[in-house]
């Protein structure tokens, strides 16, 4: 049996990290993927990229055996995907982690086994990267690159990017890409606001269908709205509801934890992007002596961002805030 009292090999953790590697699943797979499973990744970012949707023009009319040349298929519409820097940092006490490997998982169900250094350093790598994965999930739609040293800092989410083109003039209502509900969702008035914002999105999103990403506890006041509306005979079951009401199963509902306002956004998985460089990298955990013999010391880094593709009218729709003072 390995000697468990002795302080980690930092060149065999390294060894068995590489060695199974492809077993260890990279940080937007895990925990992070319950909000990622809903955008579109674009790998290969190593600094920015230019994304360009194009909105379709006007080619066809009728023929009279001349060319006029004053038709074109489309206009392009431009934004940037921006990625940054990004790093898991560890510098911990190892006994504690030995312990939980053994204690809690290793001898889970098993007889008589070895718990081996692989084994162990085997799951302390895929440990690492679960943690950060669970930290990336409520940073896609909150985050802010701005000064400061956390997470929440290192580059724009979802939310931030909604916000600066609310306040650049992108998103108004006047396009008709933000809806404006008049007053805080209730569970009172959430099914009646959301049937509105629906109903007046572009036809060719009602025809295809979109998503409306929103908060649990929207979700929650959806389903009290749901089951007030249905709390007669025949019942039905209103709890979890995952396609709006009214829209012919086009408009899906999906409820994130990571968004905690009252925003809603009715988009669809295409439109939402993230970018990162090689998925290599975001599992790729490496260990290095700090000079401290008591404590583990790991790294991981890689690149990260979201973008919104376009925020014309014919792909997305964004609700007005009124759980701020700015109702933005």
Known sequence: MADLTQPIDISSFNQVAKKYQKEIKPVHMLAAAA?????????????SLVLTKMDKGSVSRKYDGTFKGDKTVGTPEQRTLNVYPVVAEISDEPEKYRRTFIDEIYTEGVAGGDATGHKFMKWLANFIVQVASEELYYAIWQAKYQTGDT??????????????????????TAKNNLYDPGAEFTSANIGDKLKEMWRGAHPVMRERGGTMYLSQDMGDMYDDWYQTEHDKPPMVDTAGQTTLEGSNGKCKLVRLACIDNQRVTLTDKSNLKYGFDKPGDMKNVKAFNSGNPYTFDAFMKYVFGTQIESVNYRHFRTSKRYDTASGS
Request: aromatic letters at 6%; proline letters at 3%; a negative charge.
């Open 151 to 172: 997470l929440m800092d290192s580059f724009d989410g979802i939310e931030t990017i909604i916000a600066a083109a609310i306040a650049n003039g992108e998103i108004t």
């Open 35 to 47: 909000v990622l499973q809903y955008m579109t990744p674009k790998s290969g970012v190593r600094n």
